[in-house]
């Protein structure tokens, strides 16, 4: 698999290709309930959705971090955004980066493998929890590795979909986000982990997922 470099990344961020624009034209006639759905999602394009969360994600490290009753709460928000965040991007926009950049193929698959080690990481952190022994120095190296990966997303994936794919397109795009993330499964799990999988097991470990989030916050109360 060639690499991409920074000049490329640079050239596809700059030059939409042709499927981009294909994708554009396909935006532009798509169908009425499609735009009402949108609407009633917000309209917000993906790239401000994503990067947004990209936000909450790195406050969300921090709040985990501090001690005190507040921890398990804040432990368990992050995860929850984590997982959500990381399924819509492998289901719906690695995908689209995919087939519609310049040099998207090497690019969706250096996202894909970052998601990937950091998976790993975050199983690993799930089964320590807030009150494990190591817990500060796990939280602390998924940190690392999820802000690189997401400075990385911003820089050579969102400022090329935006140049590549149309407003209306990027809005949709933002509401498709929204929807999987209404059902996504709220814990890492290890073979989900690309488009195919998170479409076919969101359905099931989503509420699932969310089941068990419900029981433990029974439990706890
Ligand atoms: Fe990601
Ligand atoms: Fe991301």
Known sequence: MGTLTKQAALKTATKPSLAG????????????????????????????????????????????????????????????????????????????ARRVLRHGRELAARRRAEEKQAKELLIALWHTGPDG??????????????????????????????????????????AEVKFAQAYAPTRPHRWVNNEATNKLAAPILGPVDRALDALRRRSAS
């Not at 928000?77 to 984590?82: A, N």
């Not at 120095?137 to 911003?154: C, D, P, Q, W, Y």
């Not at 935006?162 to 407003?167: D, H, V």
């Open 21 to 96: 624009k294909a994708t554009a034209r396909t935006a532009a006639t798509a169908p009425a309930w499609s735009r009402r759905a949108m609407r009633a999602l917000g309209g917000e394009n993906v790239v401000d959705v994503l990067t947004r969360q990209h936000r909450q994600i790195r406050l969300g490290f921090l709040r985990a971090a501090l001690p005190g009753p507040w921890r398990r709460r804040n432990f368990d928000r992050l995860m929850r955004l984590l997982a959500v965040h990381e399924a819509a991007e492998e289901a719906h926009v690695h995908p689209v």
């Open 133 to 174: 022994a190591g817990y500060l120095r796990r939280l602390n190296e998924v940190r690392r590795v999820v802000s690189r990966h997401a400075a990385r997303e911003e820089r050579e994936e969102f400022q090329a979909l935006r140049k590549a794919i149309s407003l209306p397109r990027l809005r949709m795009l933002g």
